[in-house]
């Protein structure tokens, strides 16, 4: 699976857009782009995932570039709650079906 | 939405003891669930992949004697931390993937329980 890179941490005022990057220039042709998110002392929770459109749903848009070396996932309306660690993998679609997680980035939401 | 419980949500042991931990899902059958441990401010780091009516697949470096899975049935797999140390202390964490709908279905997503929190004395 492609390596993803990750700000460690972002800061984002409340009711305003949270935009997160991640790089992944070695991604491949057959390899879709996921986000989850964990809540402290939480298990994760999917977001959003996509291959090579962009891609919206209630929850957040993805925004994937063209050369897919990279991509933002963007919270329109940061609230309180959206404090977490978001995740950005990238991996084929195969049976295994396993998930290795990065470090991540922190995102503090403030009032 | 599928949904993957967890049981205990937490649990304190002593040294040397043995602990079970439970994870189902409650509206979907999963042949295949995973199983994460994560220490404080650390990533989740994949322990072990747990199919139904098979032995787990275990990732490099996690001793297969310590953590026992079990997977027998398509709602339910369980792990457990054999004789318990200290260093086991941490945050376990299962997830299913579930053939979902729409965009989800085909695709890996995973649903991940809310985590059960070890401590070893």
């Known amino acids: 699976d492609a390596k993803t890179t990750q700000p460690p941490s972002m800061d984002c005022a409340e009711g305003r857009a949270a935009n997160l990057p991640c790089n992944h220039s070695t991604i491949s042709g057959n390899e879709y782009v996921y986000w989850y998110r964990q809540i402290h002392s939480q298990g994760p929770q999917y977001i959003i995932h996509g291959l090579k459109n962009n891609e919206t749903n209630e929850m957040a848009s993805l925004i994937i570039t063209e050369d897919r070396k990279s991509s933002t996932l963007i919270l329109p309306h940061a609230t309180l709650r959206d404090t977490a660690v978001y995740y950005c993998i990238v991996r084929v679609v195969d049976a295994t079906n396993k998930l290795i997680f990065g470090t991540g980035t922190l995102l503090a939401v403030q009032p | 939405g599928a949904v993957v419980s967890q049981h205990p949500s937490w649990v304190i042991c002593k040294s040397g003891t043995s602990v079970k931990i439970e994870c189902r899902s409650l509206?979907?059958?999963?042949?295949?669930m995973f199983w994460y441990r994560q220490f404080p401010k650390q990533s989740l780091m994949l322990m072990a992949t747990?199919?139904?009516?098979?032995?787990?697949?275990?990732e490099q470096g996690v001793e297969k004697d310590k953590f026992l899975i079990n997977h027998a049935s398509l709602t339910l797999s369980t792990l457990t931390v054999t004789s318990a140390h200290p260093e086991d202390s941490s945050f376990y964490i299962c997830?299913?993937?579930?053939?979902?709908?729409?965009?989800?279905?085909?695709?890996?997503?995973?649903?991940f329980g809310a985590g059960s929190r070890l401590t070893v004395l």
């Open positions: 747990s199919n139904e009516g098979s032995k787990a697949t275990y």
């Open positions: 997830s299913a993937r579930d053939k979902g709908s729409g965009r989800r279905a085909g695709a890996n997503v995973l649903t």
């Open positions: 509206d979907f059958q999963a042949t295949t």
